[in-house]
């Protein structure tokens, strides 16, 4: 692209991101959005803002022939979202691309397998996580954003804050977990954050200004949902399926 070209894609995707942020989307959706911009015009070599119906119902042809139907259907709406907001046209053509509906059931995995993930984990910040996760059936982002204010141990409950819909929710807090996150918090003693970025000595992670790697997190449960056998793909998450006999003594 020339650099005008260049200068005014990046005026528009700046607005795209601003207009994101100012409509209250989660940080993932305006990732997703914007990436959506970023794909079409590499597909194009140009500005996506002259982009014509004709061009789009052939970006998303070639679109659904390299990719699955749900990134399909979430570049479907940044495009949108782009044109609406950013480029303040009518949007007609928002049937040029319908992923067809398709409703599955999760695997969920039973009481057994879920102490038998959590046992054998080896690092204690993902054993607890997972105890975390799995005995008060939290969202992998809801747990990894958990802070030490969000604990109630006297009214043995946690704050989930900013959940799915950015809702607030109390979830009840069991024994053997808030001993798990306990035991986890005294080996790092990070002043906010319950699970800290662990890379780096015991003082840069009590420095630590995020949390652990959602990518770090998942590897590390493939990995031992590997080496139980287990072969459901993407377990779900049940609620309070951890029984209190779970051993948390393995460092």
Known sequence: MKQSEVNRFNKLYARHQKTLKLQGKAPKTIDSYSRAVRRAREYFGCCPDQLTPDDLQRYFADLVESHSWSTVKIDRLGLQHFWKFVLKKEWQWVDIVKPPKV?????????????????????????????????????????????????????????????????????????????????????????????????????????????????????????????????????????????????????
């Open 103 to 251: 409703k599955t059931i999760p695997d969920v995995l039973t009481s057994t397998e879920v102490e038998n993930i959590i046992g054998k984990t080896r690092k204690l910040r993902y054993r607890v996580f997972l105890l975390t996760t799995y005995s008060m059936g939290l969202r992998l982002g809801e747990a990894l954003s958990l802070e030490v204010g969000d604990i109630d141990a006297t009214r043995k409950c946690i704050h989930v804050r900013r959940g799915k819909g950015h809702k607030d929710r109390l979830v009840p807090l069991p024994d053997l977990t808030l001993t798990g996150l306990r035991e986890l918090w005294k080996r790092h003693r990070h002043p906010k954050l319950l699970f800290p970025n662990a890379n780096g000595s015991l003082k840069t992670i009590q420095k630590a200004t995020s949390h652990m790697d959602r990518g770090g997190v998942q590897k590390a449960m493939k990995i031992v949902v590997a080496e139980c056998g287990i072969k459901k793909k993407s377990p779900s998450i049940p609620f309070a399926t951890v029984t209190p006999h779970i051993s948390l003594s393995k460092a």
